[in-house]
């Protein structure tokens, strides 16, 4: 794919990514951060082209250190925000006590 | 458009989609599911168009990377949030960093100049992402002292760096195929130093600020090594967190009155000039005659006070945090609704370490959202509320942000507190908080101070309410 296509993708998700964003509210911050976080850990999809093409062991390795700590980043984010989020309850869904706010 | 592309542009849009999702605290978890499925078919998809599915050593590495990953995250505890945060945004960046690097070796076979100076931007970014996230990570985590470390001429060896880094990046350009190893190491070395020279000096407040510019940081990094691999997702994808990192640094900047630029250049609270002692000092007299305990004689006036208030706000801030005392809290609420008061929490941008933190924290301890409020949204309703409850919060409610010109914290928006009828205050001590400005809010009449362990004083407190609250 050539450079300049990808600097057209990268300029478009900009813009989507911005637009979506601003609509969280600053209750779910820290969750969508760790959520976005574990995007970032996306670049698996890089460490693992190049440890697969690598030829000397060394890089290879160098390679799979990178599919290993961008897996580390890709899961534990999202199970970290999957734990967080599902502690975030409205007053009616907590145990039956009863919430006069709106 | 083979079905490669058209499959990632599915996944693409999955992703967004799940964001979209987040907008709302009732599809969120959806939304979360929708982004990890979508991540795991881009990483089937990779490895089948690139026919890398039966290479055991890429299975090894995404079992080892999944295990330790699900522990990280099975173990972390909920205060402890900003640092794995940190943690995990080191790891994504150390990651970019290397797949920059081996494209920049040329293992992808030769590389024309535009794709190293791609793969040298991915290094340079991914090596200062992966440097300070771990520094952050370690301040978070109290493994390192968490006040700023600032050294003689750290501006100028910072900048130095900088350029140094910006030289090395351009001579790309120019340098044999064979000098390429040396140039790579150097960048390495040189941006993971700014990495570390650009956070020591961040201090504890300014955490969510960093934390976020890091966040920003880890999905370029991720993005521009997509440039240098050649892989669309990975472009898209990233450029979406770091668009996500970016709009967050910007709020963190708008809540504590700083500029992107003075962050950048590392400008920090406590560099800011020293407060002029006289303009908000406290009257240390007056402040004692203020003093209650929560199971002393004199506390029947600020007690009668909550049991005829009508109107409760709550204002956490990270000292409740680091209390713990946010179920001794939530335990408080409940008491004041079940006498009938209407009960809000007020949460400022900044409280805690990292965006949103507070907000965890008390849906930890049950605090249904809906009783959560933004500052712009809960701000007028000061004037009209019977009782302010602040536990652990100084800087976020510190009238001196109106009025004392020239204190790191003048102009920084904050929770109108003072404005209430009467404030009552749970703090550790009256010790000015991490920007160094005392409080006058402290010694206005209106306040009360109970001074201790927040997750003692709250829940003596809310005792002694109870006490009368059955037996009257």
Partial sequence: MSLSILLALFLVASVIGHKVISDVPSLLHTPLMSGTNALSGVTVLGALTVAAVAKATGYRLLGAVAVILAMINVVGGFLVTHRMLKMFKKGTESEGRENVMG | MSWVNLLGLVFVLGTVWGIKLMSSPVTAVKGNLLGSVSMAGAIILTLLAEGIVSLPLLWVAIAMGTLFGYYLAVKVAMIQMPQMVALLNGFGGGSSAIVSLLALLGIL?????????????????????????????????????????????????????LLAIGILFA?????????????????????????????????????????SLLNSFSGIAASISGFAVRNPLLVAIGAIVGASGLILTRLMCKAMNRSLSQVLAGRTVLMSKKPDPGVTSIDEDHLSRKRRTPDGEDQDDFLSQIRSAKSVIVIPGYGMALAQAQHEVKKLADILEGMNKKVKFAIHPVAGRMPGHMNVLLAEADVPYDELFEMDDVNDEFKETDIVIVVGANDVINPAANTAEGTPIYGMPILRAYEAKHVVIFNLDTKPGYAGVDNPLYSMDNATLILGDAAETVLQV????QDTASSG
């Avoid at chain 2, 076979?109 to 952050?136: E, F, M």
């Avoid at chain 2, 195929?177 to 504890?204: E, K, N, P």
């Avoid at chain 2, 809310?462 to 309410?465: D, E, F, P, Q």
């Fill in chain 2, 109 to 161: 076979g030769d590389i024309s100049n535009a794709d190293r100076l791609t793969s040298g931007l991915g290094l340079v970014i991914g090596s200062i992402t992966l440097s300070g996230s771990l520094i952050a990570a370690a301040k978070l985590h109290g493994k390192m002292n968490q006040r700023p470390i600032v050294f003689k001429g750290q501006s100028t060896w910072n900048n130095l760096t």
């Fill in chain 2, 171 to 211: 001579s790309l350009l120019v340098i044999p195929s064979d000098g390429i190893t040396q140039g790579a190491f150097w960048i390495l070395v040189l941006s993971s130093a700014y990495g570390v020279l650009f956070t020591i000096r961040v201090g504890g407040a300014d955490m969510p600020i960093t934390i």
């Fill in chain 2, 462 to 465: 809310a005792s002694r309410l």
